[in-house]
């Protein structure tokens, strides 16, 4: 996935150590926004479930460089993703903050559940590296038409431009096709559960839209992007070594030794 080779397989030392800050992570935002939490309504089992499902992924098979760079990763961009949809009202929480600090530790926790969940799943999926052109543009246009409202909006722009730039840049199509199918698919849950909830609601009041759900996909794919920025600079400047296997040569060849045998 992002790395060149894993250090780390399954669970060891080191997912007990991340386990045990998860949970501080999780009491420090309950404790925090324990005003939001509505005890009267009862236990969210979907929530439990998705939560207790991420939290097992990121403990699993961990590489703590390549998880930290990750991470730092998906907090930005998510970051700027929240402050774009919540200032333009494309969507908006339940408590009109613009974004709400509580839900940026989300953003890396679920980039790096993805990250596992691809890990696992990558070998097992077809070959889908020629739906690229189709499926990647395909929900670019898609995500035009769902911000057109607000198209006039120098943010949007932007927006429009990094997914342009996210989708011609790169070169591991394997790649990425396995991360907007495995990001989707875990996206449909979060947004399943959050606009049900109505913890937050898109302008289209759907629940969810399909565009805000294969959005995963495509941040899945724009957050593997700025991690091999980021390792790649780390390289040009001398902090990293230069992998045995450059990250792109992957590209054209197939993802798993089962696909290499036919």
């Given at each position: 996935?992002?790395?060149?080779?894993?250090?780390?397989?399954?669970?060891?030392?080191?997912?007990?150590?991340?386990?045990?800050?998860?949970?501080?992570?999780?009491?420090?935002?309950?404790?925090?926004?324990?005003?939001?939490?509505d005890p009267s309504k009862g236990m969210d089992w979907l929530l439990l479930g998705i939560w207790a499902a991420m939290t097992g992924l990121v403990v699993w098979g961990i590489d703590p460089r390549a998880d930290l760079r990750l991470a730092a990763v998906a907090l930005c961009g998510g970051f700027v993703i929240e402050w774009w949809g919540t200032n333009t009202q494309l969507w908006r929480y339940f408590v009109d903050e613009r974004p709400p600090l509580w839900i940026l530790p989300a953003w890396p926790i679920a980039a790096l559940s993805i990250e596992r969940l691809t890990r696992l799943a990558e070998a097992r999926l077809p070959d889908m590296r020629r739906l690229y052109w189709f499926v990647v543009p395909g929900f670019v246009l898609l995500m035009i038409r769902f911000l057109w409202p607000t198209i006039r909006v120098s943010a949007s722009q932007v927006v429009i431009a990094l997914m342009v730039l996210v989708t011609i840049t790169g070169r591991r199509r394997d790649r990425d096709m396995a991360l907007f199918v495995v990001g989707a698919a875990f996206g449909f849950l979060l947004e399943?559960?959050?606009?049900t909830r109505y913890c937050w609601i898109y302008y289209t009041a759907e629940h969810p839209p399909l565009v805000a759900v294969l959005a995963h996909?495509?941040?899945?794919?724009?957050?593997?992007?700025?991690?091999?920025?980021?390792?790649?600079?780390?390289?040009a400047i001398g902090w990293d070594r230069s992998p045995t296997v450059p990250l792109s040569e992957s590209v054209d060849g197939p993802s798993n030794p089962a696909q290499a045998s036919h």
């Open positions: 996935m992002y790395r060149a080779g894993m250090t780390n397989r399954g669970f060891n030392r080191g997912s007990l150590l991340l386990l045990v800050g998860l949970l501080v992570l999780y009491t420090a935002v309950g404790i925090g926004w324990r005003h939001l939490l399943y559960w959050g606009t996909g495509f941040a899945s794919i724009a957050f593997a992007r700025g991690v091999d920025a980021v390792l790649a600079l780390r390289i």
